[in-house]
């Protein structure tokens, strides 16, 4: 069991039961779009964010990406710690079908799955990077704005183990919470090879 000292959230109550088997944090769910009308759960989660650090983990289908652009839009990102699902196939135990996008979302993903993950960003120290990667950075290792950027910024996500619906902007602001620019333009050289 992982103890985590920020606040995790989650889109669902099943996604809550999962995370609950391999992490002793507090969880608070956003109940899907409700977050979007709950104005006491928004001023509860930015007290919660200054006060001990959110770390969110959504759905990576396109439901779970609006809701968490929603939460970053309140929450100012230096008390935001994100957590990406893999892009997985499949379908959840208690659904009949797969989601509209066939994804497996927080509550389908294997346990050790979700330990790797927690374990990955609680090593992590919410910090402002000095010397941030910038879209022209991108620009110049092929990543945004060139003939096969896509295809190139696809299998640097695929390598990440990211979900394959970030864009360039989302993607610009992960790395920039994982590497240093030295640390990234090396780890791309090494991708290349």
């Not at 993903?109 to 993950?117: A, G, K, M, P």
């Amino acid at each position: 069991m992982i103890k985590i000292k920020e606040a995790v959230i989650v889109e669902g109550k099943y996604d809550k039961m999962q995370l609950k088997k391999v992490c002793d944090a507090l969880i608070i769910t956003t109940d899907g779009f409700r977050i979007f009308r709950d104005k006491d759960k928004r001023e509860f989660l930015k007290a919660l964010a200054q006060r001990q650090g959110l770390i969110i983990l959504t759905d990576s289908d396109r439901a779970g990406f609006v809701i968490r652009g929603h939460l970053k839009s309140f929450i100012p990102q230096e008390y935001i710690k994100n957590i990406y699902i893999p892009d997985i196939k499949g379908k959840e135990k208690r659904k009949d079908k797969p989601g509209k996008e066939g994804l497996l979302g927080v509550e389908g993903i294997d346990e050790e799955i979700l330990c790797s993950l927690l374990k990955e960003v609680e090593a992590k120290t919410i910090h402002t990077n000095t010397d941030p990667i910038t879209k022209a950075d991108l620009y110049s290792l092929g990543l945004s704005g060139q003939k096969d950027s896509s295809k190139l910024r696809q299998a640097l996500i695929k390598e990440l183990s990211l979900p394959s619906r970030l864009s360039a902007n989302s993607l610009l602001e992960i790395l920039n919470s994982a590497y240093t620019k030295k640390e990234f333009f090396e780890f791309c050289e090494s991708f290349e090879d």
